[in-house]
């Protein structure tokens, strides 16, 4: 089973070091961020199975990254870590959406004896954390068959939901027609209009611009390749 992957907001860089070096030894694979922007921007980028977030933060603070995460349709779970012990404080950050609040100083040991608690709730494994795939802005669950950009939905038809994964299972790849018609319609013989009319019908859905596409581009004699 792959390694729980957490990730370490605070703008303190012993603190970040100190949890990391904790965690890791207790054989979670631990990411950083130095500030609330950083954070939202890795979120989104890649999943994650637990997020430890300082309250504290110049620029965005804590309670502005939980909403803006709930706001996106991001949904990993979040410890508060925070020197304020105020009920308002511990109130409002349960309330916008964190899963706990840890105040400061706190024992290391009660920390990872909390996030292995939250992970077996969460009923982790490399299965489950693989169902949800990110890519930039977009977020797409596999066992549902539904594709998010910047937590709004977009609808797909059965075929476009299977090619959107299968491109999010290959970011960044040039892949070949004769490629995508295997793994998506099952068949070696190619119908190259019908390939461009599900790209055509994706593009509209996802690209700013579907003539202009950013995302899903075409690689002339070749075939497709979902950008990020």
């Excluded at 920390?111 to 939250?118: E, H, R, S």
């Excluded at 996802?206 to 004699?221: F, K, M, Q, S, V």
């Amino acid at each position: 089973m792959d390694a729980a992957k957490i990730l370490i907001v605070d703008d303190e860089k012993f603190v970040r070091r100190t949890i990391s070096r904790v965690l890791s030894s207790e054989g979670f694979a631990t990411f950083e961020a130095s500030n609330g922007p950083d954070a939202l921007r890795m979120a989104q980028e890649q999943s994650f199975d637990l997020m430890l977030l300082d309250i504290v933060m110049d620029g965005m603070d804590g309670f502005q990254v939980i909403r803006t995460l709930r706001d996106l349709g991001i949904l990993l779970p979040v410890f508060v870590l925070s020197g304020r012990q105020a009920d308002n404080d511990k109130i409002l950050a349960l309330g916008i959406g964190a899963d706990d609040y840890i105040t400061k100083p706190f024992s290391t040991t009660v920390l990872c004896a909390k996030v292995k608690a939250c992970l077996r709730r969460m009923g982790l494994s490399s299965r489950q954390r693989e169902s949800i795939l990110s890519l930039g802005p977009f977020r797409y669950v596999c066992d549902e068959m539904r594709l998010f950009r910047e937590g709004t939905e977009i609808p797909l038809s059965s075929k476009e939901s299977l090619l959107i994964k299968y491109f999010f299972n290959n970011p960044n790849k040039i892949l070949s027609k004769e490629q995508i018609y295997r793994n998506v319609w099952g068949n070696d013989v190619v119908d190259d209009n019908t390939i461009m009319v599900h790209i055509r019908h994706l593009r509209v859905k996802i690209e700013a611009d579907a003539t202009r596409p950013n995302y899903l581009r075409t690689i002339r004699g070749v075939g497709y390749q979902f950008v990020i």
